[in-house]
């Protein structure tokens, strides 16, 4: 069943995106916070099930369970592999890379997966980089690589194995829409099968992990819900309204430059990072890169 026309409205798009930036701003203390309570696994099994939850519910409520369900037994094995490289692989790398890093090193470079997808697209689809798009990603790692030395070049005290987290979780999610670009499914049933088949795959992992579910800790259960509805479900909802409603995309597109540094001040104040100056200059250079690629030569 065919999701019914959109009209055109770029205020309501704004409205839309702004919240969704809002909201993506949040994720990288929600993270940081979470992983106080819980262990990366069980942070994203937590957080997983709060997501398929709320897919399911939207779905019930626009009356698509059955066309979500059809479309589960005939692409089944393609939602378990979707299913098993988000959120199952990529949010368990990148859980882990914020446990290693501060947030504002964390955050900073998961946001080059736009420059890593470039990268990625060469082989998976076949497509050629421009210099502009090679000059981005030059500008972009530099920036990476700025953040992760701190500015002191003494790659002795660097955390290679925080940096190293964080730069494949690009790969992983980059691959993930680069293989979702030939997919026609209706995107909240996908997505929906996405993490159900993830938290299925997920329960077989944490059946087998030694540390228990803390279930009843609420502090725990509230964080891994925030970070389920807000990181994994509703931002995403939000984001794609706000495409789809867009007039012009372009204008909503610049919008994703201002999360970091709203990230950052949350950071500053509720985790109380010290934010370094290395980190505002090397996000700066990550953004830079992020709009040469997208800029129209």
Known sequence: MAAPPVELNQRRALTFGLAAVALWSTVATAFKIALSYLSPL??????????????????AWQGRLRETFALGRQRW?????????NPFIYYWVLFAAYDQLPAQQAQAINYTWAITM?????????????QRELLAMLVAYGGVVLIATGGQWDFAQTNWTGIGLALLSTVLWASYWLINTKNKDAPIPAMFWCFAFGSLLLALAVSVDPTPVP??????????????????????LLWLTAMRTAERTSQLSMLIFLSPFMSLVLIYFIL?????ITT????????????LQRKKA
Do not use: N
């Open 77 to 85: 094995l393609f939602y378990l592999g979707q299913g098993a490289l």
């Open 280 to 291: 505002l200059i090397g996000l700066s250079l990550i953004c830079l890169g992020l709009y």
């Open 118 to 130: 470039a990268l990625l697209a060469v082989p998976i689809l076949k497509q050629r980089l421009s």
């Open 42 to 59: 069980h942070l994203l099994f937590l957080a997983a099930l709060s997501s398929t939850f709320i897919f399911f519910v939207l779905l």
């Open 215 to 236: 279930w009843f800790e609420w502090r725990a259960l509230a964080a891994a819900a925030y970070v389920g509805l807000f990181e994994m479900g509703i931002t995403f």
């Open 272 to 276: 109380d990072e010290v934010i370094q």
